[in-house]
């Protein structure tokens, strides 16, 4: 089994990679993910990003990908046609894909990220729903957050992904 997440994700919720290799293991996929590209709909917060697949998926990937979009970002090659692998796409309920966004894509996301983290630096876990409680207390006024690390929890409204192949979190 290889677990695949990226580096600019890092508030990453362990629980959130249990849930995406418990599911691959449940469903006998060659592959598993709580995000694909359009048409799939993004359930999990942004910044959650998980794929699990086979070391023989991964390896017959390696021989076969002939695209240097595949070749490049490693796991397209197990998903973009359909049938070629068994693929489970594990939603969450309820849905908070685009609604939540726990990324460092941009330098201002970077700062974001360093004072949501000096925030919670009182011993809480960062757990995105521990994250999401500090906000919901936040936004009732019992606590509080640097204003500008707020929208990084926010429904995006003005920080497009960059890779928009990859997902879609504006609902455009």
């Known amino acids: 089994m290889i677990v695949r997440v990226t580096a600019d994700c890092p508030m990453i919720d362990p629980d959130e990679i249990d849930r995406v290799i418990q599911r691959f293991f449940d469903s006998g996929a060659d592959f598993a993910a709580n995000r694909l590209p359009p048409p799939y709909k993004r359930?999990?917060?942004?910044?959650?990003?998980t794929e699990v697949c086979s070391f023989a998926a991964l390896e017959r990937a390696w021989r076969e990908a002939d695209q240097a979009y595949q070749r490049e970002h490693v796991m397209p090659y197990l998903y973009d046609?359909?049938?070629?692998?068994?693929?489970?796409?594990?939603?969450?309920?309820?849905?908070l894909g685009g609604h939540l966004?726990?990324?460092?894509d941009t330098p201002a996301d970077l700062q974001q990220a360093?004072?949501?983290?000096?925030?919670?630096a009182t011993g809480t876990t960062s757990r995105w729903r521990n994250c999401w409680r500090k906000m919901r207390k936040t936004r009732n006024g019992s606590r509080r957050l640097p204003r500008c690390s707020i929208k990084i929890f926010m429904k995006q409204t003005n920080a497009p992904p960059r890779r928009k192949q990859?997902?879609?979190?504006?609902g455009r």
């Open 43 to 49: 359930t999990s917060p942004i910044g959650m990003d």
């Open 81 to 95: 046609q359909e049938g070629r692998f068994k693929v489970a796409v594990v939603d969450r309920q309820p849905d």
């Open 101 to 104: 966004r726990f990324t460092v």
């Open 114 to 120: 360093n004072e949501i983290y000096a925030a919670l």
């Open 166 to 170: 990859f997902w879609n979190d504006q």
